[in-house]
């Protein structure tokens, strides 16, 4: 019997996948002075201005917002609210009407009302680590459309000048959209008072940043140090 040849094994090669590294975009803003003009950039941190996007969220974000804006007190009285006597109208039998009871039913004159609206609750919830991933992804969509930018409020006079607003809003070509000034102080701050009067021009604090103001202006505006305060108290609390 003839011996059988050995079969050759191929040795196999492991092939490794290459990952190209992802390329991080550094995002910047733009610092403005007081008359509109350039005067440099400022860094953006990936922590709140590099997440990535998310619709699902953001959609879930502006419903429970819309909600939480219903107030609920729309309310009528019934039957058994509406003050009045509840004696019989009239007797039962004999006078030729029709029988009725409480004067307090809905199809008389100052009785109750039938199926009428009621006080309710709106409002629906969402966890801190929602409110901040949504504002973070909003703050992204802004800041990879270059609509976030900083301005120095120096050199503004001690009382509101609205003029030397919209003068700086026409310089930095942003008279004809929304714009969101991102403040540290509302109250009693200067360019916030010189602010307010403006159309589609609304002013916000840093600490009340949220992302339904983002997503409903076209522009983001830090003002002086509001852009730091709003990274120390959005990113380093996380």
Partial sequence: MEKETPIKKTPTIKVQAVTTPKKVIKLEAQVYDITGKVTGSVPLPQE???????????????RVYNANQRQGNAQVKGRSEVAGSTKKVWKQKGTG??????????????????????????????????????????LSQSATKSNVSVISSKGINTKPQTKAIVSALSAMDMHHKKVLFVSDEIRG??????????PRVDVIQSKTLNA????????VVFVDSALESAITHFVQKK
């Fill in 48 to 62: 709140l201005f590099g997440v990535a996007p998310n619709d699902l969220l953001i959609a879930q974000y502006v």
């Fill in 97 to 138: 009407r029709a029988r009725h009871g409480s004067g307090k039913s809905n199809i008389w004159r100052g009785g109750g009302v039938t199926f009428g609206p009621a006080k309710r609750d709106f409002s629906l919830s969402l966890n801190k680590k929602q409110k901040s991933l949504a504002l973070g992804i909003s």
């Fill in 189 to 198: 701050n200067v360019f916030a008072l010189s602010s307010r009067n403006i």
């Fill in 212 to 219: 339904y103001s983002v997503l409903n202006h076209d522009v």
